[in-house]
């Protein structure tokens, strides 16, 4: 059974700490991506990766920063925290390149609040 | 610009009715999939029905159809016979077509709730 798990469901932290957001995927794939999921927004992306090291901006990448070490871990970093990055985090993998029929799997999320 | 719009914030529905969601996009891209997920209050995405833009006919996944009208760029999601488990947000989006995979844009979402 395919999964992708996230180190926490619930996070809080304080305005200033650095924060960060594991994923895991078991499945061998090759994207890795980070959303956030505000209400009314949908989900917005903020960084994504088509290989280990290699990692390119979304649509939200400011102040964030990722790692991939691995194929299998996919980190979120945010450097310095601040109340405005209070929202719900998915982690997301999928197939690799040519694969026109390729969903997304996604991890369970973390809600992290910064205070 | 790429960009998918739902207008329905939220949706009732009579338990066994039929329901359909609305999504239209917009892309110049010939090339480009579009797919429903379902998000229950636990919080997982969970993948229903995926469109390819070159697929002759239309996506069906059990109660789930995609009547997808390309004409119109549309691609609404059809749920027949509602379950009271089909309580849920869900969310079309719309992969992007870049050398690095598959990339997706997700619009606002619709929350449907199933009245017994």
């Known amino acids: 059974d395919v999964k992708v798990t996230q180190s926490s469901r619930y996070l809080v932290k304080r305005t200033g700490e650095k924060v960060f957001l594991e994923c895991v995927q078991d499945?061998?794939?090759?994207?890795m991506f980070w959303y956030r999921q505000d209400p009314g927004l949908g989900l917005r992306l903020i960084y994504f990766?088509?290989?280990?090291?290699?990692?390119e901006k979304g649509d939200i990448p400011e102040g964030y920063s990722v790692s991939r070490e691995k194929k299998e871990r996919f980190s979120l970093i945010l450097e310095s925290a601040s109340t405005n990055q209070t929202s719900m985090y998915l982690c997301?993998?999928?197939?690799?390149?040519?694969?026109?029929?390729?969903?997304?799997?996604f991890g369970p999320g973390t809600r992290l609040t910064v205070l | 610009a790429q960009k998918i719009t739902q207008t329905q914030p939220g949706m009732f529905v009579q338990e066994k009715e039929a329901v359909t969601l609305d999504c239209t996009y917009d892309?110049?891209?010939?090339?480009?999939?579009l797919f429903w997920y379902k998000q229950p209050s636990s919080g997982e995405m969970i993948f229903l029905i995926y469109?390819?833009?070159?697929?002759?006919q239309n996506a069906t996944e059990g109660r789930y159809s995609l009547n997808f009208q390309k004409a119109r760029k549309s691609a609404n999601l059809v749920i027949s016979a509602s379950q009271l488990g089909d309580s849920a947000m869900y969310f079309c989006?719309?992969?992007?077509?870049?050398?690095?995979?598959?990339?997706?844009?997700f619009g606002a979402g619709t929350i449907l709730r199933v009245k017994s």
């Open positions: 990766s088509y290989d280990v090291k290699m990692k």
């Open positions: 469109q390819g833009s070159y697929d002759q």
């Open positions: 989006a719309m992969r992007l077509g870049t050398e690095y995979g598959n990339k997706l844009v």
């Open positions: 892309t110049s891209d010939p090339s480009y999939g």
């Open positions: 499945m061998d794939h090759e994207n």
């Open positions: 997301a993998s999928s197939l690799g390149r040519g694969r026109l029929v390729s969903e997304q799997f």
